[in-house]
């Protein structure tokens, strides 16, 4: 069985400021962890994935994650915040072969103030 | 790549009523899958298809809910007898197999069951 826990629902910082976004993971096999982007009225985007290649994954528009398998935990992490990174983020976990299917957290709504 | 397209992008109706939603995926996707998202929660897998094969179905896919490819392009998601239990965000994403298999979301439908 697998499932995902999103500490906090609602993360603030200053814009410039680091932004941390925290998501443990519960998993029989080895995980594929992911972290989505989703802005009002739009569909969910892919940030990055792990794929158990290399433990710290870089992705887009700055955000980079670590997997820990000690901690069982996937944080996504930015080091300075913009406006424009103001949105709901989803961590998700799968199986090797269980292509797009996937278990979300919770969500957690990032605001970024000026 | 004119991405994943939901219609309607939002539906309203009354307890009782059936629905159907389409999803277009991304042409040379042969896998689909469809999520329902509900306020304050992170997507959940409902069910998917490889080209018009129906692979999966989650046990939350009650058998008032219906999904079809039937051609292994576009599908439609079929709610009879809406209840207000059903109102949620409904979810289409789209693939293609391989190693470094994507998901790429659309913008969903909200579905408001009064």
């Known amino acids: 069985a697998q499932s995902v826990t999103q500490l906090g629902s609602h993360v603030s910082v200053s814009e410039g400021a680091l932004v941390l976004l925290r998501c443990n993971y519960s998993?029989?096999?080895?995980?594929?962890l992911f972290w989505y982007v989703q802005y009002p009225n739009q569909g969910l985007q892919l940030l990055l994935k792990?794929?158990?290649?290399?433990?710290l994954v870089k992705g887009i528009n700055g955000f980079e994650a670590e997997f820990k398998k000690s901690e069982t935990s996937f944080h996504l992490t930015k080091p300075s915040a913009h406006m424009s990174d103001a949105a709901e983020y989803f961590c998700?976990?799968?199986?090797?072969?269980?292509?797009?299917?996937?278990?979300f957290g919770q969500g957690t709504e990032l605001s970024v103030k000026p | 790549d004119t991405g994943v397209s939901q219609d309607p992008r939002h539906k309203i109706t009354k307890r009782g009523q059936n629905v159907t939603f389409r999803c277009d995926p991304i042409?040379?996707?042969?896998?689909l899958y469809w999520y329902r998202q509900t306020l304050g929660q992170g997507p959940e897998f409902l069910t998917y298809?490889?080209?018009?094969?129906?692979?999966?179905k989650s046990r939350l896919l009650s058998d008032r809910f219906s999904a079809e490819r039937p051609k292994g392009s576009f599908s439609t998601l079929e709610i009879q007898r809406t209840e207000q239990g059903d109102s949620a965000m409904y979810l289409c994403?789209?693939?293609?197999?391989?190693?470094?298999?994507?998901?790429?979301f659309g913008s969903g439908t909200q579905l408001s069951v009064l």
């Open positions: 994403a789209s693939s293609r197999t391989g190693a470094n298999e994507k998901l790429f």
């Open positions: 998993s029989s096999v080895p995980p594929y």
């Open positions: 792990y794929t158990s290649a290399a433990t």
């Open positions: 998700a976990v799968s199986g090797s072969n269980q292509g797009g299917k996937l278990i």
């Open positions: 042409s040379e996707h042969n896998r």
């Open positions: 298809f490889q080209n018009e094969a129906q692979l999966e």
